[in-house]
T-cell receptor, first 114, second 112 residues
Framework: AQSVTQLDSHVSVSEGTPVLLRCNYSSSYSPSLFWYVQHPNKGLQLLLKYTSAATLVKGINGFEAEFKKSETSFHLTKPSAHMSDAAEYFC????????????FGSGTKLNVKP | DAGITQSPRHKVTETGTPVTLRCHQTENHRYMYWYRQDPGHGLRLIHY???????DKGEVSDGYSVSRSKTEDFLLTLESATSSQTSVYFC???????????FGEGSRLTVL
């Protein structure tokens, strides 16, 4: 079975400081993992994805995530937060197979203080 | 941006009325999904389709039905809307070889 746990529902950082959004997953197979971002009143946009290549994945807008199989984690980081990063972030796992299903975490709202 | 169009984008209706939301894609992707988004719940899968006329239930399918008569269109129907179905509905598409989901802009439904 597949599931995703985002460990923080809200994270608040100051502009220019590092961002860490935590995600743990459970998967019976070799998973594909994704981070999506949602700005207010918008659809979800892909930030980055892991599909069994390099364990350190770089995404858009300076974000990156590291796949750690031993810890079943896929935490999202950014060295320096920008005001425009304020949004909700979703960690997603998919199980390979004919049904191509995706499982979402409950989301982490990132607040960036000036 | 992926070619996904949801309609209507906003709808207000009354309890007990039928509602149909449409998702149209121009990407020829095999898989299509309907999710609902509610505060504190993230996105929850309502129904999905893995091909024309091939659909299956997600985790919150009660009160919803879907149809996919051609590759590009995936319809979500609320036969008799209830206030608990007030939500933002997102359509998404995927192709297995790329793996990622592409989302529409969402349809905000209010049931009074």
């Amino acid at each position: 079975a597949q599931s995703v746990t985002q460990l923080d529902s809200h994270v608040s950082v100051s502009e220019g400081t590092p961002v860490l959004l935590r995600c743990n997953y459970s998967s019976s197979y070799s998973p594909s993992l994704f981070w999506y971002v949602q700005h207010p009143n918008k659809g979800l946009q892909l930030l980055l994805k892991y599909t069994s290549a390099a364990t350190l994945v770089k995404g858009i807008n300076g974000f990156e995530a590291e796949f750690k199989k031993s810890e079943t984690s896929f935490h999202l980081t950014k060295p320096s937060a920008h005001m425009s990063d304020a949004a909700e972030y979703f960690c997603v796992v998919s199980a390979k197979g004919p049904l191509n299903k995706f499982y979402f975490g409950s989301g982490t709202k990132l607040n960036v203080k000036p | 941006d992926a070619g996904i169009t949801q309609s209507p984008r906003h709808k207000v209706t009354e309890t007990g009325t039928p509602v149909t939301l449409r998702c149209h894609q121009t990407e020829n992707h095999r898989y299509m999904y309907w999710y609902r988004q509610d505060p504190g719940h993230g996105l929850r899968l309502i129904h999905y389709s893995y091909g024309v006329k091939d659909t299956d239930k997600g985790e919150v399918s009660d009160g919803y039905s879907v149809s996919r008569s051609k590759t590009e269109d995936f319809l979500l129907t609320l036969e008799s809307a209830t206030s608990s179905q007030t939500s933002v509905y997102f359509c998404a598409i995927s192709e297995a070889n790329t793996g990622e989901l592409f989302f529409g802009e969402g349809s905000r439904l209010t049931v009074l």
